[in-house]
């Protein structure tokens, strides 16, 4: 056995590498030109020369098709409007959280106002909010009075959300869940 250093290979593999110019490794492929037009299909070697000629490069467009098709552009600003894109899409896409405001009920005004302030600033933000009452001891057998109390919050949050799902008891806690209002 020799003690020779494995070779170290580039951090991206050749496959993962975009298809452009001499790296399409195809017999004949379909070519289209900058302005959209189809040049038919042809060689590799004889659509680069083409692409060089307007100071462009061949892109490999779809390979799943018979012939694969390939496109005469500039490479760097095509790769630069598909990360647009993808910085666009990604901006758009907005998880929304379940955010908890939890109270018992037996709250002061107070208190209470300052939960449905709590509550409506994350539904501004576009978070769902899980309103929770929690009952220690024998608080439980007042439940009637903290399903009028989550009543009362919906109503007083109607503005700004939808009740997703109503006042329900859940263990030692009852709560219920508010989404945010769509805009139409």
Do not use: W
């Not at 949050?157 to 009740?163: G, K, S, V, Y």
């Amino acid at each position: 056995m020799s003690n020779k250093p494995t070779p170290v290979f580039d951090k991206k593999r050749q496959r993962d590498l975009p298809q452009i110019n001499e790296r399409i490794r195809f017999p004949k492929i379909r070519v289209i030109d900058s302005d959209g037009g189809q040049l038919g299909v042809i060689t590799p070697q004889e659509a680069i020369r083409i692409a060089e000629e307007q100071e462009l490069d061949l892109v490999l467009v779809s390979d799943k098709a018979d012939p694969p098709v390939c496109r005469i552009m500039d490479y760097g600003k095509y790769k630069f409007e598909q990360e647009k894109k993808a910085r666009e899409a990604k901006k758009k896409q907005h998880t929304a959280d379940v955010k908890e405001v939890k109270m018992r009920y037996k709250i002061e005004e107070h208190d209470y106002q300052v939960r449905v302030n709590q509550a409506k600033r994350f539904l501004e933000s576009g978070d769902k909010v899980k309103a929770t009452i929690t009952f220690r001891g024998r608080e439980i057998q007042h439940s009637d009075l903290a399903e009028e109390l989550l009543k009362k919050m919906a109503g007083d949050l109607q503005d700004f959300a939808e009740l997703q799902q109503a006042p329900k008891k859940e263990g030692r806690n009852m709560m219920m869940l508010l989404s945010p209002k769509t805009v139409k």
